[in-house]
């Protein structure tokens, strides 16, 4: 069998809160919790979760975008867990993400040309002549006009900035991309295009995705497997069909049964919502024991003061929760 | 049309909006028409830029004016016209009889001032309550909307309490002086969906014991067939169809509508390899339109589409379309 493409274990991202007139650590953010999964090369991990659960923060620590706290991270089989930034330069092409604001990302005063060439210039040797050659391959592959490598980002709508930045991520001909929320800012129409040219993509060549959302019906269209991810941690990590089917983490059961079904029908009679109470505490404060217990509707007492084990309940599903423990 | 049963609380007739910009007008609203009968919940769904908010705004005069300008129509709010009366008597209406509930709950609220005295102010100034009686109120409003603690927490400031808990306190602002109309601009989207759970069951518990009608903005068709009784659908600055939530979701019959529907994959049921798409990019709104604002994306299209701005008219019960091809009831058959 061959190995993933990536591997994570145990990642954590602490980021300190310092405070006092000598700016003194007081604690940390927990953004980042002790997190593992595999990526086979090929396939789609969906990573999903509500805002500040960190789903984000791991996609960034993943590519070493911040210096991690702790863990490992082999991708295409080298550690680079602990690598320092400037050999992570030599990795850079390997592994590339498309942001979610495609308004901030890019840059106002350069052309679309001058965005997509700029990895080139960057790591690989090509003159100019090859590089305008390159840029225009990656324009059609996207699907934008190549008359518009002159433009700037403002003269674009919304879904065509992010094919932008999509043609930018693919320049190095990389394996892995991370995906940070890539349709959050479009238009339900544009987002279906968005989200099949990423699958047209991935088909042609061979990519390796992570792709962060807030949207399990997108993902659920999207992704091989599901991480669920709550207050820092991974709850859930199953294929597809059996986390949307069967889910075994009472978070991950609340979470879709809380997405409205676009079926008047179906929504009537979807009395079972299990309308989850309170707030997401704070990462810096997370409660005693298991994450979830200050709003789990099945809490039990052992919850609240023993912190429950990532463990495959079923081959390839994995929960952390103690309604499946074996004893 | 027949009197009902239940006068309209709300009647928008014919309404056109026109934005002057430095590179010329831009017509984002253009002769819509709709009326809300008292506890009827109405989504209005589109997409960003289809003129569903400025519609929204543009009722009781929350656009600025340059640029904005209402340029036609009626707005009868039970029978009266708020395009026509003064602007001391609009101030009355907004806050008093027409609620409003903004998107985005961090910058509608005013972040120097304290939640409580944000709710006793629409009741100070529209009902006349006292400071007491006004605090009381405030009380037993951030109770309806599920606040825990309220008493506790009128004296705080909105970077104090989480995103929902804001939209929470939004409801509650808009709800303090009883409207007749609840206006919600995209009220979730900025909310994550578990607390967005929460916040559609106080709006369904809230209506259902204060029977007011709700206009729901949104664009998450998900959430329009849980809680809407009827539905515009806007592109391009118009209503482009408008029916009764079963129909509109079983039976579409604007093309539109229909790739609309198809475009959103669902979290249970069949899984299409493919997701639909809707080629092109929405209209932009430059001059009043002479023609289908839908033609240059509608796989249907024909001479008369680019010649003439379709009409609204009825194809069944509460159901009408503008659409020269109201597609017949073979949208089953073609889908299968």
Known sequence: ?327 | MPDGDTRNVLEVKNLQTVFGTRSGEVHAVNSVSFEVKPGELLGVVGESGSGKSVTMMSLIGLLPSPPAEVRQGEVLLEGEDLLKVTPARLRDVRGGEVGFIFQDPMTSLNPVFTVGYQIMEPLRRHMGLGKKQARARAVELLELVGIPGAAGRLGDFPHQFSGGMRQRVMIAIALACDPKVLIADEPTTALDVTIQAQILEIVERLRRELGMAIIWITHDLGVIAGIADRVLVMYGGQVVEQAPVHPLFNDPRHPYTRALLKTIPSVSGERAAKLQVIEGQPPILGAAPTACPFRSRCPLAFERCHAENPKREDVGPGHDVACFHPLAQTAAEETA
């Open chain 1, 1 to 327: 069998m061959t190995p993933p493409l990536v591997e994570v274990r145990d990642l954590k991202m602490h980021f300190p809160i310092y405070a006092g007139i000598l700016r003194k650590q007081v604690g940390a953010v927990k953004a980042v919790d002790g997190v593992s999964f595999d990526i086979l090369e090929g396939e789609t991990l969906g990573l999903v979760g509500e805002s500040g659960c960190g789903k984000s923060t791991c996609g960034r620590a993943v590519l070493r975008l911040y210096d991690i706290t702790d863990g490992e991270i082999v991708v295409d089989g080298r550690a680079i867990g602990g690598e320092d930034q400037r050999s992570l330069r030599r990795m850079r092409p390997t592994m590339q993400m498309v942001f979610q604001d495609p308004q901030a990302c890019l840059n106002p005063r350069m052309t679309v040309g001058a965005i997509i060439g700029e990895p080139l210039v960057e790591h690989s040797g090509m003159s100019r002549a090859e590089r305008t050659a390159r840029v225009e391959e990656l324009m059609d592959k996207v699907g934008l006009n190549r008359a518009f490598i002159n433009r700037y980002p403002h003269e674009f709508s919304g879904g065509q900035r992010q094919r932008i930045g999509i043609a930018r991520a693919l320049a190095l001909n990389p394996k892995f991309i991370v995906c940070d929320e890539p349709i959050a800012a479009l238009d339900v129409s544009i987002q279906a295009q968005v989200v099949n040219l990423l699958e047209e993509l991935q088909d042609s060549l061979g990519l390796t995705y992570l792709f962060i959302s807030h949207d399990l019906s997108m993902v659920r269209h999207i992704a091989d497997r599901v991480a669920v991810m709550y207050l820092g941690k991974v709850v859930e990590l199953a294929p597809r069909d059996a986390l949307y089917d069967a889910p075994l983490h009472p978070y991950t059961e609340a979470l879709l049964s809380a997405v409205p079904e676009p079926d008047p029908a179906k929504a009537g009679q979807r009395k079972d919502r299990i309308v989850l109470q309170g707030d997401v505490p704070s990462p810096a404060n997370p409660p005693e024991g298991c994450n979830f217990c200050t709003r789990c509707p099945k809490v039990m007492d052992v919850c609240r003061e023993i912190d429950p084990e990532f463990r495959e309940v079923q081959p390839g599903h994995w929960a952390a929760c103690h309604l499946h423990d074996t004893e």
